[in-house]
């Protein structure tokens, strides 16, 4: 399955450090500069989301998130206000390789670049330092189909 995202909104929390707004351009449009690399996007705010765009409450909690992010807090859902003219590097990212999700279905954890586990479950943490950390294997194929194995024995779904 191709990576898709579970609005945690994790990535988007500490982006602040990354895009800036340049400048208003009016009608809800801002030119975004990535201060790294210096790139700009012209963005729009969705209509959809200008609701949410105008509650800033999102930065008492994160004062370093992208300032296009928006948490809702009763559906604990990460938004990208301008998602539909998003900046390149927010298109291109993906947080995971192998999702692990949990009997009912809840993210338990992440494998990300190699093989680092991000870990949501304090059963999964176990089960991995036990019997994956240290696993023997010839490649990366048999790696994600020994996890996959161990993985599902124990309740847990494995996407890729
Ligand atoms: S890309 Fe990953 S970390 Fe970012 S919001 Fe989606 S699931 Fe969360
Ligand atoms: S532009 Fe959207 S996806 Fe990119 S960091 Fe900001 S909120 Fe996240």
Same mark, same amino acid.
């Given at each position: 399955? @191709?990576?898709? *995202?579970?609005?945690? $909104? ?8 990354? +895009?800036? &707004? ?6 809800? #449009? ?16 969705? @209509? ?14 994160? @004062?370093?998130?992208? @300032? ?11 938004? *990208? ?7 390149? &590097? ?7 390789? !192998?999702?692990?999700?949990?009997? +009912? $279905? ?7 670049? $190699? ?15 036990? +019997?994956?950390? #240290? ?8 790696? &994600? ?8 024995? !124990? $309740?847990?779904?494995? &996407?890729?």
């Amino acid at each position: 399955m @191709p990576f898709y *995202c579970q609005q945690c $909104g994790e990535c988007c929390t500490q982006m602040g450090y990354v +895009h800036e &707004i340049k400048a208003d351009l009016g009608n809800n #449009e801002y030119l975004i500069r990535n201060v790294y690399t210096g790139e700009e996007t012209r963005s729009r705010v969705s @209509p959809l989301m200008l609701h949410l765009f105008e509650d800033r409450s999102t930065f008492e909690q994160w @004062p370093k998130a992208c @300032p296009f992010f928006r948490c809702n807090a009763a559906e604990r859902k990460g938004y *990208c206000t301008v998602y539909p003219t998003w900046p390149e &590097i927010c298109q291109e990212f993906g947080c995971w390789r !192998l999702l692990i999700l949990d009997a +009912h $279905g809840r993210r338990a954890g992440r494998v990300m670049t $190699g093989t680092y586990l991000a870990c949501e479950d304090a059963t999964l943490r176990q089960i991995w330092d036990y +019997h994956i950390r #240290e696993m023997e294997v010839a490649d990366d194929a048999e790696w &994600i189909r020994k996890v996959t194995r161990i993985l599902t024995r !124990l $309740g847990y779904t494995v &996407i890729r």
